[in-house]
């Protein structure tokens, strides 16, 4: 039983970490089309390198939080996944408990 808690932890751990790391990949393709699209209205020099680093700071800092967030979670996963899928299960129990209680007729 243990070695399967272990590895139900490490499953849900990695599709967290790919999302956050797909979600940065977005942010990163956005960010990239909307600075392209508003450069082409822009012709001030100051105000287009203005653009430049703040899109540059957007996603460098967005980037760094989720390398620290995936970080935090593989030190901490067992206490962070580990708690939620006791809730998990705690709530899957109940749920066919009244699933079977109401089939039953005795809601």
């Known amino acids: 039983m243990k070695q399967d808690i ?4 490490q499953r849900m751990f990695m ?3 790919v999302m956050a790391w797909f979600d940065v ?3 990163w393709a956005v960010a990239a089309f909307v600075l392209y699209d508003t450069l082409a ?4 020099g100051n105000i287009r390198m203005a653009l430049y680093v703040s899109c540059g700071i957007l996603v460098l ?6 390398a620290a967030m995936t970080t935090h979670y593989a030190e901490d996963k067992d206490f962070i996944y580990g708690l939620d899928i006791k809730h998990l299960d705690a709530n899957r129990e109940e749920a ?7 089939a ?4």
Do not use: M, Y
Not at 6 to 9: D, E, L, P, Q, T
Not at 61 to 66: E, G, I, L, Q, R
């Open 15 to 17: 599709q967290d970490c």
């Open 25 to 27: 990949l977005l942010l």
């Open 6 to 9: 272990k590895s139900r932890i």
């Open 104 to 107: 039953q007729g005795r809601a």
């Open 41 to 44: 209205f822009v012709e001030d």
């Open 96 to 102: 066919a408990r009244v699933s079977l209680a109401a």
């Open 61 to 66: 800092f967005n980037t760094a939080s989720v």
